[in-house]
């Protein structure tokens, strides 16, 4: 018996929030458990849910999947947002590692010390709209198709288009050099599963704010 | 016609090494051009080869990959260490995920101070005996196979015993309260292929030493000043 997939973080963005783009871009509806209390988290782990003490957590399939990318192949892999053979994975995975690079920088922002938040937020920039942006929108340049790899939706687009909106939040202008790309957020954008999760009231979560810095802080204090 | 698969990066160890071991364990011959110069780093990347700029690239089936994960899943997957289905990839992929974690606290050591180098081996000992080889021991303790999935030999064993290995330099004998992880590793090490690749002549590299910290600081022109996290 199969119920919805159970999603077990903070209540924030985080590692998890990549989970939540891919299963809402496959119109996959999921529950969510929030972490508020290093109680809460304490008990996980002497409960031995988690594999190495850590969230996020996804129970999917009679799974309890840790690891934010084995989740994440998993969901893909299930859902067919994975390419056709070996090769179009191939390519989904090295555009999938590289925007995870660049969303790595993101994560670590609002943990930044004060003195060095101006220089993490450069390096973002810098990283955006020298090394990864031109790339994308050379492939898509190059193929003219809607869609990064085989001319089909899949989980490279999902990470592509949460990336440029988390960077837009950052730096708003910087997709005026890339008009592929712009196209492309349309486009994506308007998919009616992105669409719906881009709306208020969807599992999306904001930026992350003070109080969120304050709960992972909390939870996770050893 | 197949040509063999060819690894660009430094002559040492670095994100590189896990993929000599995977192909290795395959048993697949591979050729290396090591980066030695800033001159050579520039022309690859102004040659257009690395898709991010940055290395490991491995000239593999037509394709000029980068990212290590991207090249280790596909070159598991083609060579059949990935599991038979879905869930056993998920299985793979979770426990690849920790040891990768666990090497990332090693990856950084040779270019920490000194001090930072004694207090990082403490973390290594203990992120390794408390948070992974507990994982791992458990894991085969369950189910009581010679493999830590699907009773098959995969892409998780291979890394799983690079990691062991790379601890065990750190010290010697991290191992000791874990009877499972010492069978596993005498297992895998016999293994032909794994066996081959642990002796000497073989392409596996060493212990990252000074002058290995010294060409990658000149080529990549990064990494002065690092912190153990």
Do not use: C
């Not at chain 2, 005498?186 to 010294?214: C, H, W």
């Amino acid at each position: 018996m199969s119920g919805k997939p159970r999603l077990t973080y903070l209540n924030g963005r985080g590692r998890m929030e990549p989970v939540r783009w891919l299963l809402a871009a496959a119109g996959v509806e999921f529950e969510e458990v929030f972490l508020q209390t290093k109680e809460q988290y304490d008990k996980l782990i002497k409960d031995g849910v988690l594999l190495f003490q850590q969230v996020p957590l996804v129970e999917i399939d009679g799974m309890k999947m840790v690891q934010t990318r084995a989740i994440l192949s998993y969901i893909a892999g299930k859902y067919n947002l994975y390419g056709k053979d070996l090769k179009e994975r191939a390519l989904i995975d090295m555009y999938v590692e590289g925007i995870s690079d660049l969303m790595q920088i993101i994560l670590m922002l609002p943990f930044s010390p004060p003195d060095a938040k101006e220089k993490n937020l450069d390096s973002l920039k810098e990283k955006a709209t020298n090394r990864y942006f031109p790339v994308f929108e050379k492939v898509l340049k190059q193929h003219g198709q809607d869609f990064l790899v085989g001319n089909k939706f899949s989980w490279a687009d999902v990470q592509l288009i949460e990336a440029i909106l988390a960077v837009e939040e950052k730096i708003p202008a910087v997709l005026s050099g890339f008009p592929q790309l712009q196209a492309f957020k349309t486009k994506m954008s308007n998919m009616p599963t992105i669409k719906k999760f881009l709306q208020p009231g969807s599992p999306r979560k904001p930026p992350p704010d003070d109080h969120y810095v304050e709960t992972v802080l909390k939870v996770f204090k050893r | 016609m197949s040509r063999k698969p060819k690894l660009y990066y430094f002559n040492g160890r670095g994100k590189m090494e896990s993929i000599r071991w995977l192909l290795a364990a395959a048993g697949v011959e591979f050729e290396e051009e090591f980066l030695e110069t800033r001159e050579q780093y520039e022309k690859l990347m102004q040659g257009g080869s690395l898709l991010f700029q940055q290395v490991p690239m491995v000239e593999i089936d037509g394709m000029k990959m980068v990212q290590t994960r991207a090249i280790l899943s596909y070159i598991a997957a083609k060579y059949n260490l990935y599991g038979k289905d879905l869930k056993e990839r998920a299985l793979i992929d979770m426990y690849v995920g920790g040891t990768d974690d666990l090497m990332g606290f090693i990856m950084m050591f040779p270019f920490l101070s000194a001090e930072d180098k004694e207090k990082q081996r403490a973390v290594i000992v203990q992120k390794a005996t408390s948070r992974y080889f507990p994982a791992y021991e458990k894991v085969l303790k369950d189910h009581g196979q010679d493999f830590l999935v699907g009773n098959n030999f995969s892409w998780a064993d291979v890394h799983l015993l690079e990691a062991i290995l790379m601890v065990e330099e750190k010290k010697s004998d991290v191992l000791s309260g874990f009877p499972q992880l010492q069978a596993f590793k005498a297992r895998i090490s016999s293994i032909p292929t794994i066996k081959k690749f642990l002796e000497p002549g073989s392409q596996r590299k060493p212990v990252p030493d000074d002058k290995y910290v010294e060409t990658v600081r000149r080529v990549l022109r990064m990494y002065y000043d690092v912190k153990a996290n």
